[in-house]
């Protein structure tokens, strides 16, 4: 395995890094002092939606609340930080349920944007961290934003294929079958790229990002196994079954007669462009896919395949701290609310054990 894999990374932070900059010019001194407090202990991908939430907050103060309006954002201090209010807060998380957000060009129609439970917390989480450096460092005398409570997080089904609907998208993957003429085009010549892709989100339970990020060096084909960079620049070595081995194998005879553009060379997935493959690209392969495999599922992603490899792991091991493990996750609450499906099997068995009259096991159980 090699030297070379932070070179994905450090361009991917670099990319952030600048995006993040750019960000910081539209908003208050304070913000980049905060994004300055926490690049130890975060991420660029964090703080980059750091800010981009503080954006959104700040021009929703400006724009919507007549206390904030008087001043260029940009030139907000502490003092007029300090002015915000509950009713701000309960005003702004109203606010994010739907908005619109102007172009740069005036002959482009307003974006809407639709913001949903998990995403309202998070963004208010990130008003609240911002708030709490600025208490905790004695710039505002109280921090108003832990008055106002996150938004309950209601539990969705869990949503994942099942054994045939694995074999499915594994299968259209490989022939082409029940794909459209033009579909058929482009998988002929992204077959095995796509099959060997599928088959690691649904044998490893990867992340879409982790995936992209894979360099040829990081394969380790005598072992079954390959490095991986994980949330947080931490790297591991994770194992695949022999059937990813071999899903691996065809790829790579493949991989090695592409002529990858330069920066490229040692990316393991490509794109029809002979680019290191994006996560857009691998969503929608995913969606095309499972849209055949799975019709009456909605909304299928790489998230998705990951929540069934780990479903699957969890009912053939029983282990819960060994699904974290694997999944990189640093708590297993997090492993069993959105991926471990551990409580429908009792619920079946529920189901088994209550018995009403006209079932013959109903007199059994009286006597």
Request: proline share 4%; with cysteine; aromatic share 8%.
């Amino acid at each position: 395995m090699a030297e070379n894999r932070q070179s994905f990374k450090e361009q991917t932070d670099a990319k952030r890094i600048l995006q993040i900059r750019a960000v910081l010019k539209e908003l208050p001194q304070a913000c980049s002092d905060f994004l300055r407090s926490v690049a130890i202990s975060t991420g660029t991908f964090t703080r980059l939606a750091y800010a981009i939430d503080l954006r959104t907050f700040f021009n929703f103060l400006h724009d919507e609340r007549i206390a904030f309006s008087d001043k260029d954002v940009i030139l907000y201090d502490d003092a007029d930080l300090e002015k915000l209010t509950r009713n701000d807060i309960t005003a702004y998380t109203e606010y994010l349920t739907y908005y619109l957000k102007s172009a740069d060009d005036d002959s482009v129609p307003n974006k809407e944007y639709v913001n949903h439970e998990l995403s309202i917390k998070r963004k208010l989480c990130a008003i609240r961290s911002f708030y709490d450096y600025l208490f905790t460092n004695q710039r505002i005398s109280s921090n108003v934003t832990e008055l106002v409570p996150l938004p309950k997080i209601h539990e969705k089904p869990i949503i994942r294929l099942n054994k045939e609907e694995m074999d499915r998208i594994l299968s259209t993957a490989q022939t082409g079958d029940s794909m459209t003429k033009s579909q058929q085009k482009y998988q002929k010549i992204t077959a095995k790229r796509d099959y060997a892709m599928l088959s690691l989100f649904l044998g490893t339970g990867i992340r879409v990002s982790e995936c992209v990020g894979i360099d040829i060096d990081d394969l380790d084909m005598e072992n079954n196994a390959f490095l991986v960079t994980r949330k947080g620049g931490n790297q591991v070595v994770l194992y695949f079954p022999p059937e990813v081995a071999d899903a691996l194998g065809e790829y790579l005879e493949e991989r090695q007669k592409i002529e990858p553009l330069p920066g490229h060379e040692n990316a393991l997935f490509l794109s029809l462009q002979r680019k290191r493959i994006t996560q857009r690209a691998v969503q929608n392969l995913v969606k095309k896919y499972a849209a055949i495999a799975a019709p009456l599922k909605q909304k299928i992603s790489p998230h998705k395949l990951r929540s069934t490899y780990a479903t699957n792991l969890y009912q053939e091991t029983s282990d819960i701290y060994l699904v974290a493990d694997v999944l990189g996750h640093t708590s297993v609450d997090t492993t069993r609310k959105h991926y471990a499906d551990m409580t429908d099997a009792r619920r079946r068995m529920a189901a088994e054990h209550v018995h009403l009259p006209g079932d013959p096991q109903f007199r059994k159980d009286d006597n």
